[in-house]
């Protein structure tokens, strides 16, 4: 267990399975720094990862974690390269026995390991403490402030508070929860002269309350950035999912001013998934929040900037620019865009279904929800990765979770790596050939109606949580009468243009479309969104780097 997490002097983290090991490492870093940090000792990895983001949730400073190489369950190497996501800034050292030290070389690469110490330490003047001495004075001298946090009073059934809980967690905005109807959340409503009528009341860093924020708005008070620093770019991304974020990263790093445009929260549909474990240097798996969480910072690191909750409403062409709008009636433009818009889920035609929407019927958002399934009997709707990856999630802290699929197998569109983690988790039933007729509930979800597609038959079951991951609609409304879709409203691109051999309508250039570009030269488009496209975080990311390829090229030659 680690110890218990109060918001004191900045932070110095070790982690030992062993007991007495543990023990010695926190008594030698208390002799010598215990009068200006505060020693965090946890006997796990699982157990120190929750330290870490309690620290973080409470704008807590950590300045060096150190590991032991050897545990169970998750060894050292594994801890600090998920630590690494909640404390990038945190300088980390690897405890390590001479016959690991292959393995703690290694780390170097796989988690920017800073420092490796072989055990004993002894005597800790000569051996731990100048080593500590240099990290800690690294530390000081590097970016880290902390990140204050960001308060959110609400009820567990508001939509509004749920939508914003979301928001926070998708855009890795620190915040603390306080239910409206507990002391301290009652004590916030209080200060902000307000009755809890209206919820949610999100308390900045600063101390304004803005009650049931917008996106926007909140953006703006929460530090992320909504405004470009400039009218004009080489390059505009619009979506901030993978395929988005591969094209920021390749743009900027290939010095192409490039700005990408996110009406949400970066990471998309993958950065709502628990954990992805089919893609490519990842053998464990990583969560979504995690891959696109680093994306993010790698894209910002090459100066690629990113905008957050603007709505994208058209796009026009004049001459050699292309003019990017959003909803407020500003507006950016560029040489080039690629647009990686993805998709959103399908809602479910249910009855009932659009009205607790937020109440208890949620839509991709298993990872803020879950914590409160804890013991819960929880019903996942779909057939596809996405619902697995949910269903396994869920079943972590839930007493029971029902996958609910039309179809009449789970292989037919789930992978079967997921299929087979489903079927040996105790906890998950599958239900195949069962639609969701209608959801039932005063002010939250209580009870549904099931039906057996081949039987007719319908069932009334109990249960205050659903989540519904039925498939997904492009969102490219907003590009009609300028870009070519397909009767789905997915976009249409390089050979899909030219079935016969002609130029699509209007193109006047003498050379056919990039195999990635649209109908409107300059415009491009990657991921999710394209017509005929893999549905794969891996392919979508290929096809932004792709897409930025093929932009240079087309800013070659114009």
């Not at 770019?233 to 192409?256: K, N, R, W």
């Not at 990856?389 to 790596?417: D, E, N």
Request: glycine content about 10%.
């Amino acid at each position: 267990m680690a110890q218990a997490v109060e918001p004191t002097r900045t932070v110095i983290m070790t982690v030992d399975d062993d007991p007495g090991v543990s023990r010695a490492v926190a008594r030698d870093l208390r002799r010598r720094y215990g009068a200006s940090y505060r020693i965090v000792r946890a006997e796990s990895g699982e157990s120190a990862l929750d330290a870490l983001r309690e620290l973080k949730l409470r704008g807590d400073l950590v300045a060096v974690i150190l590991a032991d190489y050897r545990m169970p369950q998750m060894n050292g190497i594994e801890f600090l390269e998920q630590a690494l996501d909640v404390y990038p800034g945190a300088r980390r050292v690897l405890l390590t026995a001479y016959a690991d030290t292959n393995a703690a070389i290694d780390a170097i690469n796989v988690v920017d390991l800073d420092h490796y110490l072989l055990k004993p330490w002894d005597p800790p003047e000569e051996k731990l403490y100048p080593v500590l001495d240099d990290l800690l004075q690294a530390w000081r001298c590097s970016d880290y402030r902390p990140v204050p946090s960001t308060k959110v009073v609400g009820h567990r059934w508001s939509a509004r508070s749920s939508q914003v809980r979301e928001f926070l967690a998708r855009n890795q905005v620190p915040y603390r929860w306080y239910s409206s109807d507990e002391p301290e959340g009652r004590r916030l409503l209080a200060a902000a002269g307000q009755d809890g009528q209206r919820l949610p009341l999100v308390v900045t860093p600063d101390g304004t309350p803005l009650l049931e924020p917008e996106a926007p708005e909140l953006a703006a008070h929460v530090g992320l950035a909504t405004t470009p620093a400039a009218d004009f770019y080489d390059l505009v991304v619009v979506g901030g999912g993978p395929a988005g974020l591969g094209a920021a990263v390749y743009g900027a790093s290939e010095g192409l001013r490039t700005v990408l445009v996110e009406r949400s929260a970066t990471g998309g549909q993958a950065g709502q998934s628990s954990r992805i474990e089919n893609y490519l240097g990842f053998p464990d798996g990583v969560s979504g929040a995690q891959l696109t969480g680093r994306a993010r910072r790698q894209a910002a690191r090459f100066g690629a900037e990113i905008l957050t909750a603007r709505e994208v409403t058209g796009l026009e062409v004049s001459g050699a620019a292309r003019t990017v709008r959003f909803s407020d009636g500003s507006a950016v433009a560029a040489h080039s865009v690629i647009l990686a818009t993805g998709v959103s889920y399908r809602q479910l035609p249910a009855a009932g279904a659009r009205e607790l929407t937020g109440c208890g019927v949620f839509y991709g958002s298993a990872l803020t929800e879950a914590p409160s399934c804890q013991g819960q009997d929880v019903y996942v709707v779909g057939g596809a990765n996405s619902a697995g990856q949910a269903a396994m999630y869920l079943a972590r802290g839930a007493k029971s979770v029902t996958l609910l699929a039309r179809g009449s197998s789970l292989s037919a569109s789930m992978s079967y790596y997921l299929v087979q983690q489903i079927e040996e988790a105790p906890n998950i039933s599958v239900r195949t050939g069962t639609v969701v007729e209608a959801a039932h509930g005063s002010g939250h979800l209580e009870k549904l109606t099931l039906r057996d597609t081949e039987s007719g038959r319908s069932e009334l079951v109990d249960t205050q949580w659903m989540f519904v991951f039925i498939g997904a609609a492009p969102l490219t409304d907003w590009l009609d009468g300028t870009v070519l879709r397909d009767g789905h409203g997915f976009i249409l691109a390089g050979p899909d243009l030219t079935p016969d051999g002609r130029p699509p309508p209007g193109w006047e250039l003498d050379r056919p479309p990039y195999h990635l570009e649209t109908n409107v030269p300059g415009v491009f488009v990657a991921g999710d969104a394209r017509a005929e496209s893999a549905k794969r975080v891996a392919s979508a990311v290929g096809e932004g780097a792709m897409a930025v390829m093929l932009a240079h090229r087309y800013l070659e030659q114009s």
